[in-house]
């Protein structure tokens, strides 16, 4: 934990659970438990998983100038966010390549939350912020819990009126348990569930009541690395560990387009002047690369990294994978070629035990219509 600077309010209690809090975006988190993390997943898409996710950066943007600043910053149309809401986004540099991804929360007229990940989103926030009548807060005291599967719902409609009414990506300023707290219907893992924003001195007693009373309805801790199963079967990426900055062309630096990223969905219909418009709009159909999804025959998961074949030549490299437990089936996430990012291309994926046959398959593998996150009452 050499490089951590941050740090979480709970964390005795992922000590207390086995974790030994490996550095992650400058925090010390929990990427093992002492028990099988078989266990939190199939919680988290049965019943309920709680999280402490508050390695993510959130940083409150305030001031007259504070919609211009993240028009320019990110890929979203601001004017369509409205306090209440928030919206998935990403940021580019000149070049058009992808930096970070984030989510905008609107809180107020002229005031906005965006919490992002490890990539370059604060430099990309302070450089548009560079002569503006804005306010700029990087909030380490706010913490995350994101308690996420189908039946959070009925946990928190115990305690937060009108909670079942709160629509996917939306948030609500409430109170839980007598603290004060902001609930987004957000998350990282493909199901129905919630993201708790709460004062670190808060956060160990939200944490410790969540898991008491919902023990008897199955809600339990998970570490943070159980998303790597939950993300592979939703399509959800994570900064670096998708991208060529692990995995790098031979012949150029580091940055991947929206277009390969399967990303382009960020840009709001008709946006320019975004930093790196022109040249995300110049990069359409030039792809490189594409991610996709690659399902294997057997109970074996890639390799991290696993290269990918077909008729012996390197068309690409698994960079996430799982076998689920659930569906009974090995997937995992994958840079591939164009021309093999196509529904049922047979591959080969090479793991250091040996080889295994795999086809190519479109993402998400699990509820592609988005049914289960976006469900009602």
């Given at each position: 934990?050499?490089?951590?600077?941050?740090?979480s309010?709970l964390?005795?209690?992922?000590?207390?659970?086995?974790?030994k809090?490996?550095?992650?975006?400058g925090?010390?988190?929990a990427?093992?438990?002492?028990?099988?993390?078989d266990?939190?997943?199939?919680?988290?898409r049965t019943?309920?998983?709680?999280?402490?996710?508050?390695g993510?950066?959130?940083?409150?943007i305030?001031?007259?100038?504070?919609?211009?600043?993240?028009d320019?910053?990110?890929?979203?149309?601001?004017?369509k966010?409205y306090p209440?809401?928030?919206?998935?986004?990403?940021?580019?540099n000149?070049?058009?390549?992808?930096?970070?991804?984030?989510?905008?929360y609107?809180?107020?007229?002229?005031s906005?939350?965006?919490?992002?990940?490890?990539g370059?989103?604060?430099e990309?926030l302070?450089?548009?912020?560079?002569?503006?009548?804005?306010?700029?807060?990087?909030d380490?005291?706010?913490?995350?819990?994101s308690?996420?599967?189908?039946?959070?719902v009925?946990y928190?409609?115990?305690?937060?009126p009108?909670?079942?009414d709160l629509?996917y990506f939306?948030?609500m300023?409430?109170q839980?348990?007598g603290?004060?707290?902001?609930?987004?219907?957000?998350?990282?893992?493909g199901?129905?569930?919630?993201?708790i924003f709460?004062?670190?001195?808060d956060?160990g007693?939200?944490?410790?009541?969540?898991?008491?009373?919902?023990?008897?309805a199955?809600?339990?801790?998970?570490?943070?690395t159980?998303?790597?199963m939950?993300?592979v079967?939703s399509?959800?990426l994570?900064y670096?560990?998708?991208?060529s900055?692990?995995?790098p062309?031979e012949?150029?630096?580091?940055g991947?387009?929206l277009w390969?990223l399967?990303?382009?969905?960020t840009?709001?219909?008709?946006k320019i002047?975004?930093r790196?418009a022109?040249?995300?709009?110049?990069?359409k159909?030039k792809e490189r690369f594409k991610?996709?999804?690659v399902?294997l025959?057997?109970?074996?998961?890639a390799?991290?990294g696993?290269?990918?074949y077909?008729?012996?030549?390197k068309?690409?490299v698994?960079t996430?994978?799982m076998?689920?437990?659930l569906?009974?089936k090995?997937?995992?996430i994958?840079?591939?070629?164009?021309?093999?990012?196509?529904?049922d291309?047979k591959?080969?994926?090479?793991n250091?035990s040996?080889?295994?046959?795999a086809?190519?398959?479109?993402?998400?593998?699990?509820?592609p219509?988005?049914?289960?996150r976006t469900?009602?009452?």
């Amino acid at each position: 934990m050499t490089a951590s600077w941050r740090f979480s309010t709970l964390a005795d209690r992922h000590r207390a659970l086995g974790s030994k809090l490996e550095d992650w975006s400058g925090m010390g988190t929990a990427w093992t438990y002492d028990k099988d993390a078989d266990e939190e997943y199939i919680a988290i898409r049965t019943k309920a998983g709680l999280m402490d996710v508050s390695g993510l950066k959130k940083v409150h943007i305030t001031g007259p100038h504070a919609s211009h600043l993240i028009d320019l910053a990110t890929t979203r149309d601001v004017e369509k966010i409205y306090p209440g809401k928030s919206a998935y986004a990403c940021m580019l540099n000149e070049a058009g390549k992808f930096t970070d991804d984030c989510i905008l929360y609107r809180t107020g007229p002229n005031s906005w939350m965006v919490v992002h990940g490890s990539g370059t989103g604060h430099e990309e926030l302070q450089r548009a912020a560079m002569g503006r009548d804005v306010s700029l807060r990087f909030d380490d005291n706010l913490h995350d819990l994101s308690l996420q599967g189908p039946t959070s719902v009925d946990y928190l409609a115990k305690h937060v009126p009108g909670i079942r009414d709160l629509n996917y990506f939306h948030h609500m300023q409430t109170q839980l348990f007598g603290f004060p707290v902001m609930i987004s219907r957000t998350g990282y893992t493909g199901e129905r569930g919630y993201e708790i924003f709460c004062r670190g001195q808060d956060a160990g007693t939200i944490w410790d009541r969540i898991l008491d009373e919902g023990k008897s309805a199955g809600i339990i801790p998970c570490r943070f690395t159980t998303l790597d199963m939950l993300r592979v079967e939703s399509y959800l990426l994570f900064y670096p560990y998708d991208n060529s900055q692990k995995y790098p062309f031979e012949t150029e630096g580091p940055g991947d387009t929206l277009w390969e990223l399967g990303l382009d969905f960020t840009v709001s219909p008709g946006k320019i002047g975004f930093r790196g418009a022109e040249e995300h709009y110049r990069l359409k159909g030039k792809e490189r690369f594409k991610i996709y999804g690659v399902l294997l025959d057997g109970k074996e998961p890639a390799d991290e990294g696993a290269p990918v074949y077909r008729d012996g030549k390197k068309v690409g490299v698994v960079t996430c994978a799982m076998y689920s437990p659930l569906v009974k089936k090995s997937m995992g996430i994958a840079r591939l070629d164009v021309d093999c990012a196509v529904k049922d291309t047979k591959l080969e994926i090479r793991n250091k035990s040996g080889s295994i046959k795999a086809t190519a398959q479109p993402l998400p593998f699990d509820d592609p219509k988005k049914t289960k996150r976006t469900a009602k009452g």
